[in-house]
């Protein structure tokens, strides 16, 4: 196992590599340069020699870009326009609402997509299965941010079962310790604020949870149905085998190896493509940071966000990766 994650990491440094390579090219074809970028309507001839010499941009190419190597190995993704903070703090100081709403939209897409996908595949051509897959294709074409909006002015807003946004309650004086609420609430025994932070999760991670829920519904229900045609599962039947232990150490084991791969790429997606969610709940993520970084080209932002997120991505591959070989293990053997 130990030389599966350590060949995996070698393998991602030149995904790493490449990535920054494009990321320096892009901000040096931006209009006027970096400097001016970064600056925007305060650039002047004085300001944008001082930001060039600082950044080391009157270099040649070769050492601009291994001084830009070497500050994104430090951590030193820049200075945001828009707070004067550095991009990593503003990052970290936001992350953890985004991939508390991520991880959450996802635990409801993997508990109510796997059943689902799997009953519906073993009832192929019923009820269940019509109802599962015209609600996936329906789930798929409904945009999330009509879906956001549609949620929020139904239950939030007419009804007033849910909070309309905002992570928390305005006024709750809650201990905060890791930065993820829901967690916090309960480290710290503080259950309203755990509450009430699951409350305000509900509709974003709805919205945010449609399209994976429908292509993990979808994913598992094709799985199953190609497993189940299998040689070994007939062989297994014959057999005599328990159905419980066919289902469970057959079939579902079997299956759930696509469906582990597309939700590792499912979740870096989520944690990437949470903006409009986040806009419209105002959860005060990532997410609405970027948008609000978009509006005010804020580059020195977006390209941390993309190297931020790019990091993300590497880990959550590897631990897909090692999902995949806890699951499969002819894995660790190639």
Known sequence: MLRLVIRRLLQLIPT???????????????PGGPAAAMLGERATAESKARIEEQLGLDKPVMEQYWLFLQRIVQGDLGTS???????????????????ELALSA???????????????????GGWLDVAAVSGSLLGI???????AFLLRALFAVNLGWFPAGGRQETGMNATEVTGFYVLDGLLTGELDAAWGAINHLALPAIALASIPLAIV????????????????????ESKGLNKSVVRIRHVLRNALLPIVTAIGLLTGGLLSGAVLTESVFSFGGIGSFLKDAIDNRD???????????????????????????????????H
């Open 16 to 30: 790493l590599a490449g990535l920054s390579i494009l990321l320096f090219l892009w901000v040096h074809r931006l």
């Open 299 to 333: 580059y020195p932002v977006l390209t941390g966000f993309i190297m931020f997120i790019a990091a993300t991505f590497v880990i959550i591959n590897l631990l897909v990766d090692v999902a995949y070989s806890l699951i499969d293990p002819r894995v660790r053997v």
């Open 81 to 99: 326009s828009q707070t004067g903070q550095p991009v990593l703090d503003e990052l970290l100081l936001r992350f953890p609402a985004t991939v």
């Open 106 to 124: 996802m635990l409801l897409a993997v508990v109510v997509g796997i059943p689902l996908g799997y009953f519906a595949a073993r009832r192929r």
């Open 141 to 147: 074409c409904i945009p999330v941010f009509f879906l």
């Open 217 to 236: 519904v979808r994913m598992t229900r094709a799985s199953v149905l190609e497993v189940l045609g299998e040689d070994y599962i007939r062989t297994a």
